[in-house]
């Protein structure tokens, strides 16, 4: 088994075997960060073939300044995001009312992470990747504005509709748990 | 309260997603394997763009250079031999015109002049008178292609004649004669006299030349003209000394080194196998191996010898190594248990069976002996040297690696014989520049850009597949002269 260092050795020199061993080492971690900036399977698979090849070829660039990890995650995030960028044109983001909604506390525990990314993967388009840059990413409003080229009041407005959204959802699940318990997952 | 309770939801997510893992389809990975071959085919295609190119950019330079060339060194022939031609009948005319004009001064001769009013220059004649014997004096006119003579004869009587006789190659006044008398002794009258006969000459004619039958050697003019005519001598004779030295390169031999890259022209894939996946998977790799491109080494000896001024013939032993990657997707097998990379060389073993797998990248080197002969025209033939050569290669095929980019498969080489796909001879056209420059008396340096085009496949005809690669390279040359 190689390490970290010796894959990315063998990934600089284009050695295909240290390639599909850093594939294998990362591709299910990554498909979930693609599955949660797509609407579907088939979208997160096209991100993460696009964005593992990014890697491959970005690789002899690398420093090993940074985590392999958070540089794979960040070369997902953006293609993500290219990705999406245009149906972003067709579907400006616009500011909305924010909603007032009673914070109540909601508990994610007992609840699957397939249900969580099935519930980010209903919401709008610019809610869903308002809500994934700050609330997981963890990048501020600002600097998420200036990424995908909107006001930081907007990127505001839109993670709080999404948070809203989501607090609906969640709020369903737990009274459907009370009901049936937890072994619907 | 609110935002700890709004962090307090985000880090919920967070934590949720923290390990979260999802399988990808088994799809990705043979996608992204797929990306990076087109992607470093591409990187190789642009490689090999980028040697084509320089081999063409090559030979397009050495085809100006040998065009101008040559054009400045006719025309500098011509115009030096037009300026020398010029040179020698200006020095020639004034020195007749000064020696007569002296003479005529000195004595006291009669002055005889030409002036043609249709020309703009003129010429004259001078011939002493005085001493009583019958003189013939005898002038040329050149004109290009006409040439003709005025002949006169003159007593020293009081009767003068002047009898011209005009001889001219030309229609006008060819074979004319003109007898006149007159009985002055006055020389104007004579001088008029022939003139208005020199008039009479065709337009055609124009005095350019002037030979006089007396010449004074003692005269310090003269002297200066004949040093002039020495001085250009000598420089005539170091410029033939120059280019024979030039041209002392009779016999020499060169070691050289070429890289390049190749593109199969035409290619066509068989149709064998006993299962229709078989086929398929054969047909594919077949396609992928024969339409590769490449890149190509040449290294070698050669022996050359001049046949005539501009003529040599070079000839020569060569190692050619044609590498090229290819993605396959197929392995063979005999047994079920050992598997080897997918290539036409299992095509005609009975024994081989091809199994559809994952795409996988090859590397395929095929390596030949050539014995080339070629002809070379030498367009420029000086220290800076330019030429064109022609020929053919006898290519004989040595052996074929394959290399596949799997852990699971093992490499393997194919040699010449009956089982081997490829023709164990082959032969080749060869078409490329040289442009050299010579460094002292034995050594030459070349850099030749050429192409390299097989007359027939290199595999074996009864296999059904053509391909004849054509190979762009640009070669380095070390050439030592043996005399």
Redesign the interface.
């Known amino acids: 088994m190689l390490n970290e260092n010796e894959l990315i050795d063998g990934c600089q020199k284009?050695n295909?075997?240290s390639?599909?061993a850093l594939?294998e080492a990362y591709?299910?971690?990554m498909?979930?960060v693609c599955?949660?900036y797509s609407k579907s399977t088939a979208e997160?698979?096209d991100i993460?073939?696009e964005a593992?090849?990014k890697v491959?070829?970005g690789i002899k660039n690398f420093r090993k300044e940074s985590k392999l990890e958070t540089w794979i995650t960040r070369i997902m995030v953006n293609t993500a995001l290219n990705a999406r960028r245009k149906k972003l044109y067709l579907f400006p983001m616009v500011d909305i009312e924010e909603t007032n909604l009673p914070?109540d506390?909601?508990?994610?525990s007992g609840?699957h992470?397939?249900q969580?990314?099935e519930m980010i993967q209903t919401l709008p388009q610019g809610c869903q990747i308002v809500f994934n840059l700050?609330?997981?990413e963890?990048f501020s409003h600002k600097e998420i504005a200036e990424q995908l080229g909107i006001s930081e009041g907007t990127s505001k407005s839109q993670f709080s509709r999404a948070?809203s959204l989501l607090?609906q959802r969640l709020q369903k699940e737990s009274m459907y748990y009370g009901r049936y318990g937890e072994s619907k997952i | 309260m609110?935002d700890m309770?709004?962090q307090?939801?985000?880090s919920?997510?967070?934590?949720?997603?923290a390990e979260?893992?999802?399988?990808?389809?088994e799809?990705?990975?043979n996608?992204?394997?797929l990306?990076?071959a087109r992607?470093?085919g591409g990187e190789l295609k642009r490689r090999i763009l980028f040697f084509k190119l320089l081999a063409a950019a090559s030979v397009t330079f050495a085809m100006c250079v040998a065009g101008v060339g040559y054009y400045v060194v006719q025309n500098n022939d011509a115009v030096s031999s037009e300026i020398l031609a010029e040179q020698q009948s200006r020095i020639e005319s004034l020195m007749a015109e000064q020696t007569l004009r002296e003479k005529s001064v000195d004595k006291g001769a009669a002055d005889l002049t030409i002036s043609p009013t249709d020309r703009s220059s003129s010429l004259t004649v001078a011939e002493n008178v005085s001493d009583g014997e019958p003189k013939t004096g005898v002038v040329k006119y050149t004109n290009n292609s006409n040439v003709s003579y005025a002949r006169y004869n003159q007593s020293g009587s009081t009767d003068k004649i002047v009898n011209s006789e005009l001889i001219d190659d030309g229609s006008k006044s060819s074979n004319s004669r003109i007898r006149s008398v007159t009985n002055s002794s006055d020389p104007r009258e004579s001088s008029a006299v022939y003139a208005s006969h020199i008039q009479h000459l065709p337009k055609t004619i124009s005095p350019a030349i002037m030979t006089a039958s007396v010449q004074d050697e003692s005269d310090p003019f003269n002297e200066m003209m004949l040093k002039l005519r020495q001085k250009e001598l000598e420089m005539q004779a170091a410029d033939t000394k120059e280019k024979k030295k030039l041209k002392s390169e009779n016999l020499w031999t060169s070691v050289g080194f070429s890289a390049g890259g190749f593109n199969t022209v035409s290619s066509g894939t068989p149709a064998q196998s006993s299962s229709f996946a078989g086929v398929f998977a054969n047909n594919n790799v077949a396609d992928h191996q024969t339409k590769a491109s490449g890149v190509a080494y040449t290294a070698g000896v050669s022996m050359g010898t001049r046949l005539s001024n501009r003529w040599v013939l070079q000839g020569g032993v060569n190692y050619m190594a044609q590498s090229s990657d290819y993605t396959a997707d197929a392995v063979v097998t005999s047994d079920y248990q050992t598997f080897q990379a997918g290539s036409v060389n299992k095509m005609q073993s009975t024994d081989a069976e091809f199994l559809a797998s994952a795409p996988?990248?090859v590397n395929n080197s095929l390596q030949y002996l050539g014995i080339p002969l070629q002809a070379g025209y030498l367009v420029v033939d000086r220290k800076f040297g330019i030429q064109i050569n022609a020929g053919v290669s006898t290519d004989l095929f040595l052996q074929n690696t394959l290399t596949p980019?799997?852990?699971a498969l093992s490499r393997t080489t194919q040699g010449r014989g009956d089982d081997s796909p490829y023709r164990p001879l082959n032969f080749s056209g060869l078409l490329g520049t040289e442009l050299s420059y010579r460094l002292g008396d034995r050594y030459r340096l070349a850099l030749n850009p050429g192409i390299r085009y097989p007359f027939s496949s290199i595999y074996k005809s009864e296999l059904g597949i053509k391909a004849m690669p054509l190979t762009f390279d640009v070669g380095l040359k070390f050439r030592y002269i043996f005399h």
Request: proline share 1%.
């Open positions: 284009g295909r075997a390639q599909r594939y591709c299910r971690k498909m979930v599955l949660r997160a698979e993460l073939q593992f090849v491959f070829q914070e506390e909601v508990s994610l609840i992470f397939t969580l990314l700050f609330a997981i963890g948070k607090q | 609110d309770e709004s307090k939801f985000e919920a997510f967070k934590d949720a997603f979260a893992k999802v399988d990808p389809s799809n990705v990975w996608n992204i394997e990306d990076l992607a470093e996988y990248n980019e799997s852990d």
